[in-house]
């Protein structure tokens, strides 16, 4: 199935949605951090990035600037509309706020 980049910082969340993701399947990636997403973005190429917002190094945004193009879905806290509106108009393909349900992701 496709190849997914997960970039979250929160350690818990990052395992829970590999888990979830590779029993559906697909091949994923963790990183924790935006200086990470981007090495990885240069190594391999990705159908999908699962991007938080708030990160170490590089935050969400950053990443998606230089993201090589890949299909995007933040999912983040950050839930007031500019900052949804600021998400789809750097690129996302959808934007999930957090706390999310799985399934949703999934789908």
Same mark, same amino acid.
């Given at each position: 199935?496709?190849?997914?980049?997960?970039?979250?910082?929160?350690?818990?969340? &990052?395992?829970?949605?590999?888990?979830?993701?590779?029993?559906?399947?697909?091949?994923?990636? +963790?990183?924790?951090?935006?200086?990470?997403?981007? +090495? *990885?973005? *240069? #190594? *391999?190429?990705?159908?999908?990035?699962?991007?938080?917002?708030?990160?170490?190094?590089?935050?969400?945004?950053?990443?998606?600037?230089?993201?090589? &193009?890949?299909? #995007?879905?933040?999912?983040?806290?950050? +839930?007031?509309?500019?900052?949804?509106?600021?998400?789809?108009?750097?690129?996302?393909?959808?934007?999930?706020?957090?706390?999310?349900?799985?399934?949703?992701?999934?789908?």
């Amino acid at each position: 199935m496709a190849n997914i980049l997960i970039v979250e910082d929160e350690m818990s969340i &990052n395992e829970l949605i590999k888990r979830n993701l590779e029993l559906v399947g697909h091949n994923c990636t +963790s990183v924790f951090d935006g200086l990470s997403a981007l +090495s *990885q973005l *240069q #190594t *391999q190429p990705y159908d999908l990035m699962i991007l938080d917002i708030m990160l170490p190094g590089l935050d969400g945004y950053e990443v998606i600037k230089a993201g090589h &193009n890949v299909p #995007t879905i933040f999912l983040t806290a950050k +839930s007031s509309l500019e900052d949804r509106i600021k998400g789809f108009a750097m690129g996302a393909d959808d934007y999930l706020v957090k706390p999310f349900a799985m399934l949703e992701l999934v789908a």
